[in-house]
């Protein structure tokens, strides 16, 4: 007889719905604050994602892949 569990896509979905709904509630109660990303932060995470790609690249070139 088979059973009836949830599959891991189920689980992680339930967990981030539970954490959507806390952070909701923390923001709107006050204990969260949500801010956009200033230009110079976008840009640092610009430099940080391209960086981290050309590594990954290079990690990837020495292995011959």
């Known amino acids: 007889m088979a059973t009836n569990?949830?599959?891991m896509r189920e689980?992680?979905?339930a967990i981030?719905?539970?954490r959507r709904?806390?952070?909701q509630v923390a923001?709107?109660?006050?204990?969260?604050t949500v801010r956009q990303m200033t230009p110079?932060?976008?840009?640092q995470s610009d430099a940080h994602r391209a960086a981290g790609a050309a590594a990954r690249a290079a990690r990837a070139?020495?292995?011959g892949h």
């Open 5 to 7: 569990r949830p599959t």
């Open 11 to 13: 689980l992680s979905e």
């Open 40 to 43: 110079r932060e976008r840009r």
């Open 16 to 18: 981030n719905r539970r």
């Open 21 to 23: 709904e806390e952070m």
């Open 61 to 63: 070139a020495s292995r």
């Open 27 to 32: 923001i709107a109660e006050g204990r969260l």
